[in-house]
């Protein structure tokens, strides 16, 4: 049998040197909530809405268990907790098995197991939130529901259509079968779901990330060049390389910019040779590849780019996607130039193309003309109303019409 030595139900721990201060209990539904997902929040790539939504949690004065089961990049936990919001209070825990959960943070000396009955019945969630599907979380989200607990899946990608798969072959299938309540990104991916609790909630930016923007924008001296910028990861199998290389050979006069990592890690990496290529067009005077750095950064590269690129192959992972760079682009009061993704066509200032002639085209009468008021204001309006507090008030929507409601006692 596993001792706990940690109650998880009636203390705060808000520094890393093991204070523990007790809170009352909290009775208010969803105030408790158990995040579960494959990968830890501060991971690379598509954890940024996990992160956010989490920050947005903990904002609000909620209590958050995020349990996780990857342990990738777990060394780096420390100084990213201490910059999330102290207004709520943060766990976190690994599934070391589909019965077995350690807590990982905060430590308060040791690490203690438990079982997922006994960490059910110490947390006692309110609320239950899935991101990246896990076959391992399935028996705890079984337990949940036999307890009455609501079980909220949040759909962010086509899972099921991943080259490799380390949350386990078609996973996602079971979470959108057996939830109380679905959000997805697009309504691509919601038209594959009929309950009657759904809500469509793309992914946002937030709005420190904006007034950084504009701030840095301000300041931007007249261009020596023009240049349009790419964010995100370059090793996925939905990255256009061809329409790369066409871009970067047809608009010499054009700088290009990508900002991303060219190899995933060792479970997910699609071996698309993104290092050759990358290796290749680099060597070209208009071009240059920088690696992967933290979110907050983009913006001093935002400040001196013209356009926001989005090259991918038209797929049912790129379909049923909400891009976070095109919101981040917006932020900044770029254009973009993207692949034909119905999900961003109508943004403001997004100009999609469904063939390589005319993303080139589109790429130089962007570059080639200034940002017109009209369209800067539009562009503005859109992602004022596309912050991840926003976001979070749609899910919180979501959760609130649920009609059967479990208080923590």
């Known amino acids: 049998m596993l001792e706990p030595r940690v109650n998880l139900r009636g203390y705060q721990f808000h520094t890393l040197k ?23 929040p501060w991971i690379a790539g598509g954890a940024h809405r996990t992160r956010r939504f989490l920050t947005e949690d903990l904002a609000r004065g909620r209590t958050v268990c995020f349990l996780y089961v990857d342990d990738l990049s777990e060394e780096a936990f420390d100084g990213r907790i201490r910059s999330e919001p102290q207004a709520g209070t ?8 589909a019965e077995c959960i350690r807590l990982i943070y905060p430590e308060n000396g040791h690490r203690p ?3 997922i009955e006994q960490f059910i019945r110490e947390f006692a969630p309110t609320l239950i939130r899935i991101h990246n599907p896990s076959g391992v979380h399935i028996p705890l989200v079984k337990l949940a529901k036999s307890l009455g607990i609501p079980v909220l899946y949040d759909e962010m990608d086509c899972w099921n259509e991943f080259s490799r798969q380390p949350w386990g072959e078609r996973t996602a299938d079971w979470f959108a079968r057996n939830c109380d309540m679905i959000s997805t990104v697009s309504h691509y991916l919601a038209a594959q779901h009929t309950p009657s609790h759904l ?3 793309p992914n946002g930016v937030s709005a420190e990330f904006i007034a950084t923007c ?14 349009a910028i790419y964010t995100g990861a370059l090793w996925p199998d939905w990255i256009d390389w ?8 047809h608009l010499p006069n054009i700088h290009f910019t990508f900002v991303g990592a060219i190899t995933g890690t060792q479970c997910e990496d699609h071996q698309t040779g993104a290092v050759s290529r990358a290796q290749t067009l680099g060597q070209r005077k208009n071009v240059r590849f920088i ?10 590269l935002f400040a001196n780019a013209d356009i926001g690129l989005i090259p991918f192959i038209c797929n049912p992972i790129t379909l049923g996607a909400s891009p976070l760079k095109v919101f ?7 254009p973009v130039v993207s692949s034909d993704l119905p999900e961003i066509c109508s943004y403001p200032g997004v100009t999609c193309c469904d063939t390589h002639t005319a993303f080139i085209a589109a790429v130089a009468r962007l570059c080639s003309e200034d940002n017109r008021p009209v369209t800067v204001a539009k562009m503005r309006e859109f992602i004022s109303n596309s912050t991840w507090s926003n976001r979070m008030d749609k899910l919180d929507q979501l959760v609130a019409s649920w009609p059967t409601r479990k208080d923590s006692k």
């Open 18 to 40: 093991h204070g523990m201060t007790m809170i009352k209990q909290y009775t208010t539904f969803g105030s408790r909530i158990l995040v579960l997902s494959f990968y830890h």
């Open 90 to 97: 943060l766990l976190l825990a690994r599934s070391l098995s």
């Open 113 to 115: 197991d438990y079982s």
């Open 199 to 201: 809500a469509v909630i």
């Open 214 to 227: 504009r701030r840095l924008r301000e300041r931007r001296p007249p261009p020596i060049y023009r240049e």
């Open 242 to 249: 061809d329409l790369i290389e066409d871009l970067v050979i």
């Open 291 to 300: 690696a992967e750095i933290a979110h907050e950064e983009l913006a001093s």
């Open 328 to 334: 981040d682009y917006l932020a900044a009061d770029l």
